[in-house]
Structure formats: structure tokens, C-alpha cells
């Protein structure tokens, strides 16, 4: 009797072992989703991360220092450099036409003044002939100041606009060539959109 007891499972030790079987499943069950958070919570940590996607991570493009205004030309050839110089040379011979028609201008004021002195004195023929040589004089030579003007102005624009060109286009296929060779991670840390409106507004700020 003893041995057949001992044998025998009863309904209260098949109760107890279900609840215990249960118990275990569902601490396996609560352990695998702690350890599952646990897991996600670690890989979200960046000093798991590569050293270089860490740093990549952390560094932002509105962190970039400003660079001074002989490194925006380093991306320049030679060609570029000499429209520079050259734009700069227009630029600096306009600023002297400016002051030359001043002047200009003041002589023929004095001209004027000649001709009224020549009027108070009834010698009218003579101040007449006086006022048409000097005005055609002082025509000719606004009409003269005027051409170097225009060319000068259209020679500054056209240098800095085609060195400005060159350098922007040189920048942006430099820009994109060192986008594409990022890891395939450095894009999650950016925002959409983000580089196509900074190598568009950057860009131009340069050509600025």
C-alpha cells in the first residue's frame, strides 16, 4: 500500500505542479522581455557604438566653425583667382570714375560761370562760340566716362559671377562625393531634407 501511494501522483500534486509549471513560464516569459529591454536600452547607449559612428552621432553640420574669408577661396584654380583679382582690379578703377565725373562736372560748372561773365560783358557772339566748344568738350568726355563705367561694372559682375559659379559647382560635387561615401548610419542622424537645403543655401552663401 505504501508503494502504490508513493507511486500514485494525487490531484493536489498535479495541481501544484501545473501552477509551478506556469510560474516558471511566465518568469521565463517576464525575464526574456526584461532582457529584450534591456538589450534595446544598451544599444541605444553610445559608448557601445563604433568610436566613429559615436562621433558621427554627436557631431552636428550647425556645429561647423566659420572659416575666414581667404578659406573660401581655397577651392579656387587659377583661372578663378585670376577673374577674382581681375574683378577686384573693375571694381577699384569704377570707385575712381566716380570722383573723375565730379570733377569733371565741377570744370564744366566753371565753364558756365565763364559763359555768364562773357554775357554780363555784351560780348554774346564770342561767350556763345565759348559755350559750344566747351559744352561738346565736356560731353564728350561724360559720354567717354560713361562707356568706362558700363564696362567696368559689367567686368566686375561678369569676373566674381563666373569665379562664384566655378567655386559653388566645385564645392557641391565635392559635397556630394564626400555624402556618398558616408556610412550607410550617418544618414539616420540626419534630417530629411537637411542636406539637399544645405548644399543649395550653404552653397550660395559662399558665392555671396
Not at 14 to 28: A, F, L
Not at 29 to 39: E, K, L, R, T
Request: charged share 25%; net charge negative.
Amino acid at each position: 500500500m505504501s508503494d502504490e501511494k508513493s507511486g500514485t501522483a494525487t490531484p493536489t500534486d498535479v495541481g501544484h505542479s501545473q501552477r509551478s509549471s506556469s510560474i516558471s513560464e511566465k518568469s521565463k516569459s517576464v525575464g526574456s522581455a526584461n532582457s529584450a529591454q534591456d538589450i534595446v536600452e544598451k544599444l541605444d547607449e553610445p559608448e557601445l557604438l563604433d568610436e566613429t559612428k559615436a562621433d558621427q552621432v554627436k557631431t552636428s553640420l550647425d556645429d561647423v566653425k566659420p572659416v575666414s574669408v581667404f578659406q573660401l577661396f581655397r577651392f579656387a584654380d587659377k583661372f578663378d583667382l585670376f577673374l577674382t583679382i581681375a574683378g577686384t582690379a573693375f571694381s577699384c578703377a569704377s570707385g575712381v570714375v566716380t570722383p573723375v565725373m565730379i570733377i569733371v562736372f565741377s570744370e564744366l560748372m566753371g565753364v558756365i560761370l565763364e559763359y555768364e561773365e562773357l554775357m554780363a560783358a555784351d560780348d554774346i557772339e564770342s561767350a556763345n562760340d565759348y559755350l559750344d566748344h566747351e559744352s561738346r568738350h565736356y560731353c564728350l568726355l561724360f559720354f567717354i566716362l560713361g562707356i568706362v563705367m558700363w564696362v567696368l561694372s559689367a567686368g566686375v559682375n561678369a569676373c566674381w559671377a563666373i569665379a562664384a559659379e566655378n567655386q559653388g559647382l566645385r564645392i557641391r560635387k565635392m559635397y556630394y562625393k564626400s555624402i556618398m561615401r558616408q556610412d550607410i548610419g550617418w544618414f539616420d542622424t540626419v534630417k530629411t531634407g537637411e542636406l539637399t537645403t544645405r548644399i543649395t543655401n550653404d552653397v550660395n552663401l559662399v558665392q555671396e
